[in-house]
């Protein structure tokens, strides 16, 4: 997938941190998956919502990257009571409620892809991670990620359902992120615009 193909390219493959907000159903899984593959030749994605197999399926259908350039953080095998070991490119976490582990296992997966500058890190979702925790543990949790994601200049991109929570939740998880995609379903499609603190919002546009 060429950088073109993608509305709002280069703005948002430029971008250190992105966070896609909308509601169920629009296209914020796959957008993600966009953004990563059109920034980067390779990628982590932490997954609380999919299974690994399935991330990797979908990460190499939509991008058009071999499974060999995909490492994932699966937080739902195990937690369906499923024993099944490490692997190279594929670490599972026992619950998306242990945050400590997802970083560990995070850690791991960084440590083996940190001589590939054009990696790029995915996180679905937040809002997952806004079932066992506060706003303000997932903030700190944020916070970290980005400042490992940052220090090797990696572009992270963050998905979050802006109708499950309030006001203050939604201002908190979005204010670490440089940029912020709102998505929407219309009766033509899945559109979407950016946002940051120094603009206002681009106009909608499909994707």
Same mark, same amino acid.
């Given at each position: ?58 990460? @190499? ?37 242990? =945050? ?45 990620? =980005? ?54 919002? @681009? ?5």
């Amino acid at each position: 997938m060429s950088v073109e193909e993608l509305p709002l390219a280069p703005t948002l493959t430029d971008a250190e941190s992105v966070v896609i907000a909308g509601p169920p159903m629009s296209g914020k899984y796959e957008l993600m998956h966009r953004i990563l593959g059109a920034a980067g030749d390779r990628a982590i994605v932490l997954s609380t919502g999919h299974d690994a197999e399935r991330v990797r399926t979908d990460y @190499t259908e939509t991008t058009g990257h071999n499974a060999e350039t995909v490492g994932i953080v699966d937080c739902v095998t195990r937690e369906q009571g499923i024993e099944i070991e490490d692997v190279e490119l594929t670490k599972y976490a026992s619950s998306p409620k242990n =945050l400590t582990e997802l970083g560990v296992k995070f850690t791991e997966l960084a440590e083996l892809f940190e001589p590939y500058p054009e990696t790029t890190v995915g996180l679905h979702s937040l809002s997952q991670l806004l079932m066992y925790w506060d706003a303000d543990r997932i903030y700190q949790f944020v916070r970290v990620l =980005l400042g490992r994601t940052r220090s090797q200049e990696w572009l992270t991109v963050a998905v979050i359902n802006s109708t499950m929570h309030d006001e203050r939740t939604l201002h908190t998880l979005l204010d670490p992120f440089d940029t912020v995609v709102d998505t929407r379903t219309t009766d033509e499609g899945w559109e979407m615009r950016l946002r940051d603190r120094s603009s206002s919002p @681009t106009p909608w546009q499909q994707f």
